[in-house]
């Protein structure tokens, strides 16, 4: 009971976690967490389940006892012979593949810090971004770093020349005094039927400044709420592994 307990002690932090940093990443977890439970049920708990399933759609119901429980008998000898380690390997792979286009950033949320590109994107407004295929064209959104901005700046692309590229905020009259090269842009905005697909609401907490605690109209209880979140941020890979963790012990339980 104390392992159920702190189980779901730990997927109630994760998904608290997820739902205040990244819904998207949340949305991903949800989906690997309901194909993880499937496959360890069909493979593991009822390995009989989809075959039994296909058989009844295709032949119907008239099977004959004898020849139902041959079949079923057959199943199970090949099952048998089948190494038990590969129900635990595919869903566990699966989870360790979209972690790790998350924590490589191939796919990530970006903040927008400023007003410099409303009403396209306003501030603590998230923006869905991809570094997977980073092909610049001009009227693209995208991340990069320069020395004149401390925190990541998130402009569109005004024109490229000779390989040199020049960005400018939507809400701004000239185009910035940088120029980039492909290779320093950080990501590229993921736009759906035109636009970039946006997550509001979130990135409020992830901006809050300490010493502006008294100022700010969500007082005291958003300085609090964001401390509480850039803790569990900081705990996430820990989160992660220790999920996996205690997976890998279920799943291996289980066979015993």
Known sequence: MVFIEKLVGILSFTLLYLWHINRVTL?????????LIFLYYVCVRNSSLVPNLINHLLKGSSHNRKKHAMEK???YHELSRTPRIAPVLIPLAVTIFVAYIILNKYIFLAIVTSGSMAPTLEVTDMVFMQSLQIDPEEGEIIMFDVKEVN?????????IIDGRIKTKGDAAQFTDDWTLKEKEIKGEAVMFKGKPIIVKGIGEYLLFDPEKTKIT???????????????????GLTIFIICILLYVLSATSSKR
């Not at 949305?27 to 194909?35: E, G, K, R, S």
């Not at 925190?151 to 024109?159: E, K």
């Not at 109209?217 to 705990?235: A, C, P, T």
Request: glycine share 4%; hydrophobic share 50%.
């Open 27 to 35: 949305i991903l977890f949800l989906i690997t967490l309901i194909l």
């Open 217 to 235: 109209r969500y007082g005291s209880e958003m300085y609090k709420m964001s401390q509480i979140v850039q803790g569990v941020k900081r705990l």
């Open 151 to 159: 925190m990541p700046v998130i402009h569109r692309i005004q024109s």
């Open 73 to 75: 008998m057959q199943h």
